[in-house]
């Protein structure tokens, strides 16, 4: 029996200013099937998928559902063609329940009744297996119920094509299976399921096939069961590209850094630090797992002087006078002052890391410019180093003095902030999602950079949300929940189910 088709993409180009987005892209979306995308950062999949959920509108080409060309001009048109998308970043209401939220913006027929909402999006949820109480406020919570109201939300609109993009996330293991378990169930009602990913793994367990973008271009579209993970990179990149990790083993790992009993409250008084407490060794990388907003951006910044302490000690230990210094309270200039070179990736990388309106050359001066001895600042070390950044990491960038690191794309805007942290040559190097917003050549570029100042004594500290990565890479990792440390396990035996665990746990430990 012939497969029908859902949706067809053709010729489909999308230009920002001189920037080519998509050129002449092609694209089959079957009905009942799952169908992932993959590509490398700006290769145009999420400008592509925008256009079908009517954010975008092409420049030039045609979409046609069921075999008809539609006009899809906002969201909309693409839900009165039964195309819905669920973003990576959730737009919802806090205040509002999950039935309220559902039902925001829709125009049904008749009185409002809360009543046969609440039964409605009970009977989407009993259907596909998700679990949600439809009068629970938002604020009250997981990252994955939200996710469920999100995607609640389009099929309450009555969509049967959907996009998601990037929906694992910010999800534990646990919940990436029973969300795949969901997506099935809705593959095998007839839903059209479009995933946007990067995890490679994931796309050879859930999808049907993939399509393949690159530069723009859609390279090709292949079934899932006679792929490899191999050959897709190879389809991404261009080229062939080594998907391992060396991990090496520590030697003369000694301790950094010590924290003890740290704690923290943020401005409006809530706890987000209670009681942590573990050892960074030189020569070793410590991974940090969590789910978003665990405490693991506090953690980091509290270290870094950006973050205020309430008690606790965070003991350095310098490598080259062998004298303990207590690190809290200080502020990032007295830590530096001290001799520590305590380097730090933020999550937030144009918000802290670097000035968006300065060029690569100048984010490079940021590190230096106190060092001056006139009044005249020298720009040859600064550019030299940029240049070497832009060699090193292939940073994609007209120019290192004059563009603006705001205009380049988010992943070459990380290549040059993890590039300047390590060029800085630090003791400890604490490094926030350092490869969010890279593809996969670049991810595997910076895990090697990290390994080698492991290699050189440093103690690297690595918050990452993909945990197949932290038990390829990290020797040790430390999982927090809620502010608190649940477990710290050995990088080489853990599995990915005990993290995951140890994610949701509420009683903390200590190591």
Do not use: W
């Not at 080409?61 to 819905?84: M, N, R």
């Not at 008084?269 to 407490?277: R, Y």
């Not at 410590?286 to 965070?314: H, M, N």
């Not at 440390?485 to 903390?508: N, P, Y």
């Amino acid at each position: 029996m012939a497969k029908q088709v859902a949706v067809e993409m053709r010729n489909i180009s999308k230009h920002f200013g001189s920037t080519v987005a998509n050129h002449n892209v092609d694209l089959d979306v079957y009905r009942g099937e799952i169908l992932a995308v993959l590509g490398e950062n700006g290769c145009g999949k999420t400008t592509l998928m925008n256009m079908l959920a009517g954010i975008y509108y092409p420049d030039e080409g045609q979409i046609f559902v069921d075999g008809k060309e539609v006009t899809i001009a906002s969201p909309k048109d693409a839900f009165d063609h039964g195309i819905g998308m669920i973003h990576q970043h959730f737009k919802l209401v806090d205040i509002f329940t999950a039935a309220e939220n559902t039902v925001l913006g829709v125009n049904e027929k008749g009185k409002f009744n809360i009543k046969s909402v609440n039964a409605r999006v009970s009977e989407i949820a009993e259907k596909y297996g998700f679990i949600i109480d439809p009068k629970k406020k938002i604020y009250d919570m997981s990252v994955s119920e939200k996710q469920t109201v999100e995607i609640i939300k389009v099929l309450y609109r009555g969509a049967d094509i959907l996009i998601l993009d990037e929906p694992t996330a910010v999800l534990t293991p646990q919940e990436t299976q029973k969300l795949f378990a969901v997506l099935r169930k809705m593959r095998n009602s007839g839903k059209s399921i479009i995933i946007i990913t990067h995890k490679l793994h994931e796309v050879l367990s859930i999808s049907d096939r993939v399509a393949v973008m690159r530069k723009g271009e859609h390279i090709a579209t292949v079934e899932t069961a006679n792929t490899s993970e191999g050959e897709l990179v190879e389809m991404m990149v261009g080229k062939k590209v080594e998907l391992n990790i060396e991990r090496s083993e520590p030697k003369n790992a000694e301790p950094r850094l010590m924290v003890d009993n740290l704690c923290s409250v943020n401005e409006e008084g809530a706890t987000v630090l209670d009681k942590v407490t573990f050892t960074a060794n030189g020569g070793e990388i410590l991974g940090i797992a969590g789910i978003a907003g665990s405490g693991q951006r506090e953690l980091l910044e509290a270290i870094a002087g950006l973050q205020p302490v309430t008690d606790g000690a965070i003991i350095y230990n310098n490598p080259k006078t062998g004298a303990e210094e207590n690190l809290r309270n200080k502020t990032p200039i007295q830590i530096r002052d001290l001799g520590v070179r305590l380097s730090f990736v933020p999550e937030d990388r144009l918000g802290m890391g670097l000035v968006g309106s300065m060029g690569i050359a100048d984010n490079m001066m940021l590190r230096s410019y106190r060092k001056g001895v006139s009044v005249l600042v020298d720009r040859k070390k600064p550019t030299d180093l940029a240049e070497h950044i832009v060699q090193e990491l292939e940073v994609v960038t007209p120019d290192v003095t004059k563009t603006p690191v705001s205009r380049l794309s988010g992943g070459n805007v990380q290549k040059v902030l993890v590039g300047r942290e390590i060029a800085a040559a630090p003791s400890v190097l604490m490094a926030a999602y350092p490869v969010r917003g890279l593809d996969i050549n670049s991810s595997y570029m910076i895990y090697n950079l990290l390994n080698k100042q492991k290699e050189n004594g440093v103690a690297v500290i690595f918050v990452g949300e993909d945990l197949d990565v932290l038990i390829e890479l990290c020797d040790r990792i430390l999982v927090i929940n809620g502010g608190k440390v649940t477990g710290i396990v050995d990088g080489r035996t853990a599995k990915k189910e005990e993290i995951g665990f140890l994610m949701t746990k509420t009683e903390g430990t200590e190591e």
